[in-house]
């Protein structure tokens, strides 16, 4: 008999506690606490299996929890968590106001850092989380800190924050344990150091095993490797349990590395199917997928524009920059795009993809010689920059 994962244990460790609790939590009248947990484990269910229509119908039975109960604050962060993850940045501004105690509480906080770093306010975000962490040092907002500090450049503190984050970890939180790991791997991968990257990958699955996440930036990883075969199979595994559109978009990419494109285009169709059915159900959180579809797989300027402008309507950050920086560029306005790259640049961001977009940006619109420098740049931070990479 094939011994379980650790994610099928604890898949089912979930649906157990909520068969347990569905029939309490909806007799009459409505018991708040039990109804609050049952709303969180769905959460945690659809969350662990990366589904985004289970996670559909958590929000419509998180909308009638808080009808029955009433602005709580633990409802309203994991609205807020939940919107979060959809991008809808506006409604977690909301969710925050409006959440009974929850603006001021240590969550309610942390969600403003991220929004703050969301908005490009690296110095806000920063100091939200470092008061926090001064407070109490907790795993996830040493995490953040971390991701802030690997954006700016600063890989050396981005990894002592991982590992502090690490050391707060209890053993029974081997999942986020496994996550962190990742991160650490994410930092290697992006300076073109492979077999660290490979390393921390393999921790990350032996703490947590059977986990879609560690085998799906395995296979980010094994593409950037060149072994476009055995990235394929993994992507292939995963999409059968979690077909969402970026990796079959990434599976596309694999095949077009191999040089099969019927093969590419079979998957690049799905990918853009599922994009854009998303987004005319009014949904926005492909807006950045779609922007990065027509840019680098159509290379079709106009559209990744609007997709990319639909986008930064959400969030002007960097990265929202720097897709419309590249649109712009596809479509010849090499003008708006040299001003639009060097708003993403004035953010401090240090990331060698951003250089390579600055460097060929600033090429075309004959930007002074400062192109082969960003180049340069790129390339110190991460001499394999063009290797293969997944959209996220």
């Not at 708040?32 to 996670?55: F, I, N, P």
């Not at 981005?158 to 990742?182: F, G, S």
Request: include cysteine; hydrophobic fraction near 40%; charge should be negative.
């Amino acid at each position: 008999m094939t011994k379980r994962t650790d994610y099928e244990i604890e898949l089912d460790r979930i649906d157990r506690a909520i068969s347990e609790l569905e029939q309490d939590a909806s007799t009459l009248p409505i018991d708040a606490e039990k109804a609050t947990k049952l709303v969180y484990l769905h959460y945690q269910h659809a969350s662990l299996r990366g589904d985004l229509a289970e996670l559909a119908r958590v929000e419509t039975a998180l909308n009638a929890a808080i009808r029955e109960i009433g602005p709580a604050g633990d409802l309203y962060f994991l609205k807020a968590n939940l919107d979060f993850k959809l991008h809808r940045l506006t409604a977690v501004r909301q969710d925050l106001e409006t959440g009974r105690d929850l603006k001021n509480s240590a969550q309610g906080r942390s969600l403003q850092a991220d929004l703050d770093f969301q908005d490009g306010k690296f110095q806000e975000a920063r100091s939200g989380y470092e008061t926090l962490i001064a407070e109490e040092p907790t795993w996830d907002n040493l995490a953040r800190l971390a991701y802030l500090k690997f954006k700016l450049g600063d890989f050396a503190g981005a990894e002592r924050c991982y590992i502090e984050a690490e050391n707060e970890l209890t053993a029974k939180q081997m999942r986020h344990y496994a996550w962190v790991e990742l991160q650490r791997g994410v930092l290697h991968l992006r300076s073109g150091a492979y077999e660290k990257a490979w390393n921390r990958y393999r921790i990350a699955d032996l703490a947590y095993s059977g986990y879609w996440v560690v085998s799906e930036y395995t296979a980010e990883l094994l593409g950037a490797m060149g072994k476009f075969d055995q990235a394929i199979e993994l992507y292939r595994k995963i999409i059968v349990h979690v077909g969402r559109p970026e990796f079959q978009q990434a599976l596309g990419e694999l095949y077009h590395c191999l040089g099969q494109p019927e093969q590419a285009e079979a998957w690049y169709e799905k990918a853009l199917s599922a994009y854009l059915e998303s987004a005319q159900r009014g949904e926005v959180h492909y807006y950045h997928h779609l922007a990065d579809f027509y840019s680098d797989v159509r290379q079709d300027g106009v559209q990744a524009v609007k997709w990319a402008r639909s986008d930064i309507a959400l969030r002007r950050n960097f990265s929202t920059l720097a897709a419309l920086a590249w649109a712009l560029y596809l479509a010849g306005e090499f003008s708006e795009a040299l001003n639009t790259i060097d708003e993403a640049l004035s953010s401090g961001v240090a990331d060698a993809q951003l250089f390579f977009q600055a460097g060929t940006i600033y090429q075309a619109a004959n930007g002074n010689g400062k192109g082969s420098e960003y180049l340069r740049m790129a390339a110190e931070i991460n001499p394999h920059y063009h290797d293969f990479h997944t959209h996220r």
